[in-house]
């Protein structure tokens, strides 16, 4: 059976405001980072806007991968790519866009941890109350009986195009794919956007 997750498509607007409250958390607790990590791939943006608040230039990556494709957990989470530079000493906060499971931010966090930074903080745009691993600072908190899968505007033709394919199976054609993803998604895609990802009629 094809499974379809709800969706909530994340504006810019959303994004923003999410970064002004962490950043704000952030300096409230008096504890401004030397250096940020950003979880690669998602927590990169994340990383950056949260740099451009708190006014920290060092931005160090760290790649960690759990979801294989959309909404569709890729086993456990596992460290990939290792710190692209040195913390040790630093005061770091590790960022990523969301804590799901908890279980990526975790394990960065671990990694990160024995790298020896002065200190070590953690921070996500969302948090969904279910996830095992809570963050120091978050922007949002979805409970947990109200899960959803967050389209946030880096991955919104990764996400656009793996979602628009399991619709196909359901119901095929332009107008069948827009349906189901209305329907079982909540997500209402303009047609130029599904003709991207679905390609030319066969």
């Not at 401004?32 to 060092?58: F, K, N, Q, S």
């Not at 790649?63 to 494709?69: A, F, N």
Request: neutral net charge; charged residues 25%; glycine residues 10%.
């Amino acid at each position: 059976m094809v499974e379809l997750p709800r969706c909530r498509r994340a504006t810019w607007p959303e994004v923003e405001g999410w970064a002004d409250a962490v950043a704000a958390k952030v300096r409230a607790a008096g504890t401004r980072p030397e250096t940020i990590v950003g979880l690669t791939r998602g927590g990169w943006v994340p990383a950056r806007l949260l740099g451009d608040r708190l006014g920290v230039r060092r931005l160090v990556a760290l790649r960690v991968q759990h979801w294989g494709v959309t909404a569709a957990r890729d086993g456990q989470a596992r460290l990939t790519e290792g710190l692209s530079g040195e913390i040790a000493g630093e005061a770091v906060l590790v960022v990523d866009d969301i804590t799901d499971t908890g279980d990526s931010l975790r394990l960065a966090s671990e990694h990160a941890r024995a790298a020896r930074p002065r200190s070590l903080e953690t921070a996500a745009l969302v948090h969904i109350a279910h996830a095992t691993f809570v963050p120091t600072y978050f922007g949002e908190e979805i409970p947990r009986d109200a899960w959803v899968w967050v389209v946030f505007p880096w991955n919104y033709w990764e996400d656009l195009g793996t979602l628009a394919a399991r619709a196909a199976e359901i119901a095929p054609g332009l107008e069948g794919v827009g349906r189901t993803l209305r329907e079982r998604c909540g997500l209402d895609v303009p047609a130029d956007d599904l003709r991207r990802v679905l390609g030319p009629p066969r």
